[in-house]
């Protein structure tokens, strides 16, 4: 069982930036997990926005690339978010995922929410002026 608990997330004005925080409870970094940041809008669908699989790869959904920026700290076992120019479109939940696999079999599947079964609780960011 992995536990995730995200945090950084807050109000800040168009333009603003914010960086988001992922621990685990266990070593998520060692090559057989998978792991994302998804985020949810009211009365939308909860999209994934930044992936690393098993091997350190990194991939964004193409809108948000040069905006979003994901890293991680293996000795902290934490992932980070860092999100730059931020829109009020932006202001969602953000939650971190996780699964027990090195790569998944299709590009798809690491944006599709059913791929991870590990949830944290999310942090709240909330764009406007």
């Known amino acids: 069982q992995v536990q995730l608990a995200e945090s950084g997330g807050g109000s800040v004005q168009p333009g603003g930036s914010l960086r988001l925080s992922c621990v685990a409870s266990?070593?998520?970094?060692?090559?057989?997990?998978?792991m994302a940041w998804f985020r949810q809008a009211p009365r939308k669908e909860r999209e994934a926005i930044a992936v690393i699989d098993g091997g350190g790869n990194i991939n964004y959904p193409e809108y948000l690339k040069g905006r979003f920026t994901l890293s991680k700290d293996n000795a902290k076992n934490t992932l980070f978010l860092q999100m730059n120019n931020l829109e009020p479109e932006d202001s969602a939940m953000y939650h971190c995922?996780?699964?027990?696999?090195?790569?998944?079999?299709?590009?798809?599947?690491?944006?599709?929410?059913?791929?991870?079964?590990?949830w944290g609780q999310g942090t709240q960011v909330t764009v406007s002026s």
């Open positions: 995922a996780t699964e027990t696999r090195r790569y998944f079999n299709t590009q798809g599947e690491y944006f599709r929410r059913e791929s991870y079964r590990y």
């Open positions: 266990v070593d998520t970094f060692d090559g057989n997990h998978i």
